[in-house]
Nanobody, 115 residues
Framework: QVQLVESGGGLVQPGGSLRLSCAAS????????LRWYRQAPGKERELVAV????????TFVDSVKGRFTISRDNDKNTVYLQMNSLKPEDTAVYYC????????WGQGTQVTVSS
């Protein structure tokens, strides 16, 4: 079955960096786009970044442009979200997601940006 497992979250000071990973299994990874979402307490889930199946196309929400990058390794079935210059407003649970006939979500990983 389709599985997405995020890792790499944690507590970081403002201005710091984290790299999130999402390991995928159960489907043809290289055939689908991957997305990172986040949900802060009391807020709706927000699309943060998208990467196309071949990695050639990437889009970001305006609030993270220039700070976050998204990449994928189709040999390792893994998508990454590199987050630099983190701000307190980046605090959220981060989820990876894909559409493979139906939407599939990981369990999420907590990112907390605080001094």
């Amino acid at each position: 079955q389709v599985q997405l497992v995020e890792s790499g979250g944690g507590l970081v000071q403002p201005g710091g960096s984290l790299r999130l990973s999402c390991a995928a299994s159960g489907f043809t990874f290289r055939s689908v786009a991957l997305r990172w979402y986040r949900q802060a307490p009391g807020k709706e889930r927000e699309l943060v970044a998208v990467i196309t199946s071949d990695g050639g196309g990437k889009t970001f929400v305006d609030s993270v442009k220039g700070r976050f990058t998204i990449s994928r390794d189709n040999d390792k079935n893994t998508v990454y979200l590199q987050m630099n210059s983190l701000k307190p407003e980046d605090t959220a649970v981060y989820y990876c997601m894909t559409n493979y006939g139906a939407p599939y979500w990981g369990q999420g990983t907590q990112v907390t940006v605080s001094s």
